[in-house]
């Protein structure tokens, strides 16, 4: 709201400005000159082309010394080996038996579907025949004879 509206004056507040101050600078260490322990040698080379290649000679980094192993006995090497391929064979074995008796349970229900299935159809061709019971009719002159039906 501006002054001229609220018709009164709003509270001033104080404000403080800060003024970054420096800090004071570390001390330098001191310099001391360093000289390598050998100087080593500037190689040129030159190349096929004619330019010369300038620079130091590296020498290359040697590799820590392996540490020798305990050699492993041939026999001990030769029963862990047929352990393993022991293992491999009961595996396969068990597996293959497994096999086996699941084939076999999956020809035993398609032997029984086959056996429900004929057995149905072979109900439907002695059951299906509703109206005749087993004579074959024939009209002659308004006449009915069935034949290969013994009456009793």
């Given amino acids: 709201m501006h002054r001229e509206h609220s018709g009164h ?12 101050v420096p800090l004071a600078p570390a001390p330098a260490a001191p310099l001391v000159p360093m000289q390598p322990g ?16 300038t620079g ?10 392996l540490t020798v192993k305990p050699p492993v006995s041939r026999a001990a090497v ?12 009961c595996g396969g074995l068990l597996l293959l038996t497994s ?10 229900q398609l032997i029984t579907l086959a056996a429900v299935i004929f057995g149905g159809w072979i ?21 009915v004879i069935k034949r290969n039906h013994f009456h009793g």
Avoid: C, M
């Avoid at 004056?9 to 970054?20: D, F, I, K, Y």
């Avoid at 109900?123 to 006449?143: D, E, M």
């Fill in 9 to 20: 004056l709003p509270a001033e507040r104080a404000v403080t400005v800060h003024q970054p």
């Fill in 38 to 53: 050998s100087v080593p040698a500037v190689a040129s080379v030159v190349l096929p082309d004619g330019r010369v290649v």
């Fill in 56 to 65: 130091y000679a590296i020498s290359p980094v040697q590799p820590e010394p």
């Fill in 78 to 89: 030769n029963v862990a080996l047929g352990g393993v391929g022991f293992l491999a064979v």
């Fill in 99 to 108: 096999f086996i008796a699941a084939l076999t349970a999956f020809i035993t």
């Fill in 123 to 143: 109900a439907v061709q002695i059951l299906g025949t509703s109206g005749h019971h087993g004579g074959t009719t024939v009209n002659i002159r308004k006449a």
